[in-house]
């Protein structure tokens, strides 16, 4: 490897370790001040890293809080993403009951995060833009997996696949925010599997 082959490499090594630096001393200052009162300032001081620099990474506070919360959600797309190739009624409902558990027992998992995520998606577009767009890409994918069941005659034909994934979402949505804000009336496992219950009742032949 040339000479300049080299300095870029460490250029880039540099440049991702401020990254994560300043992503770090971000996620902190949000938890220790909450959305509102967080500054870009207060997070460039904490990394310890100049000015010029941080804005050539980020824009601003809101900018790093989509970054958090990007990588918040990829554990839950992970989830999302398991596969999802039922051969009965059966096991549908169990591999639908296991996501659901997951996906809940991943917000009382990232509680912290989960409610500056909340305040900043009351105040800021940019944030709620972001969770709309993340919104739809668990939609989509819960379509995809009623399509199949459909496909396959385990699910009625008859129901819109499109609605019912944004019914379903909803559904575990409203949960995951209960949870958050720790006002669910129930155990996690309990919310699962009723919520489950009820999906796949109505849903599955």
């Excluded at 398991?82 to 591999?95: C, D, G, N, Y």
Aim: some cysteine; proline content about 0%; aromatic content about 10%.
């Amino acid at each position: 490897m040339g000479t300049e082959a080299k300095t870029e490499d460490r250029r880039h090594l540099r440049s991702a370790l401020t990254r994560q630096k300043l992503l770090a001393s971000a996620k902190k200052v949000f938890l220790e001040e909450g959305f509102q009162k967080a500054t870009i300032s207060q997070m460039i001081n904490d990394a310890k890293i100049g000015y010029g620099t941080a804005y050539v990474h980020f824009q601003g506070k809101e900018d790093l809080l989509r970054v958090l919360m990007e990588n918040v959600m990829e554990q839950f797309y992970e989830i999302a993403a398991i596969s999802f190739t039922p051969q009965t009624k059966e096991e549908a409902l169990r591999t639908i009951r296991h996501q659901t558990l997951a996906f809940l027992k991943m917000a009382e998992a990232e509680r912290n995060m989960m409610r500056i995520f909340e305040q900043a998606i009351g105040v800021s577009t940019v944030i709620a833009d972001k969770w709309k767009a993340i919104r739809e890409q668990f939609i989509e994918s819960i379509a995809c997996d009623i399509a199949y069941s459909q496909q396959h005659g385990l699910a009625r034909k008859d129901l819109n696949h499109l609605l019912v994934a944004r019914g379903w979402f909803y559904m575990n949505e409203m949960y995951l925010w209960e949870i958050v804000r720790d006002e669910q009336q129930s155990t996690v496992e309990e919310i699962a599997a009723t919520i489950t219950e009820l999906y796949t009742t109505g849903l599955y032949l």
